[in-house]
């Protein structure tokens, strides 16, 4: 067996919490600041319904096979974001521009708390071997 001499793990929900309820109350924030009253946690999940195929628009398509052929052209989460709020703004009527939630989504990502258990055991890890975070998140979410 080959000696252990790195460890990389993904940022979101292995080292920083970004559940489920936190996406709500940022949700049902947004949906009151732009004149939307629906029930909690509906603004969330009308959003991961539009949200859903934003992986594959990212990433070149449904029935592509990532690592077949020229690599697709990149689009960023906020972009994509973008284009998804001003459907979901559109659905809901309101005249608010698609960056306000932009906004909301980078805010809430560059502001994910680290489990509590995270930084000792990073620390304890980090005296034996090389570590890396690794994630698809757009660089400005983690800068902080």
Known sequence: MAELKAIIFDYYETLVELVTPTRERAFDELARSVGVELQPGEAYRQWRNLSLTDTEARFG??????????????????????????ELF?????????????????????????????????????SRYRLAVFSDADQGFLEG
């Open 90 to 126: 559109e659905r809901w009527g309101v005249d608010a521009h698609p960056s306000v939630g932009v906004e909301v989504q980078h805010r809430m990502h560059a502001n994910g708390l680290a489990y509590p258990e995270a930084p000792a055991a990073l620390e304890a890890l980090g």
């Open 61 to 86: 398509g449904a029935e592509r096979r990532l690592l077949d052929g020229d690599p697709p052209p990149f689009v960023s989460f906020a972009e994509a974001w973008e284009r998804r709020f001003g």
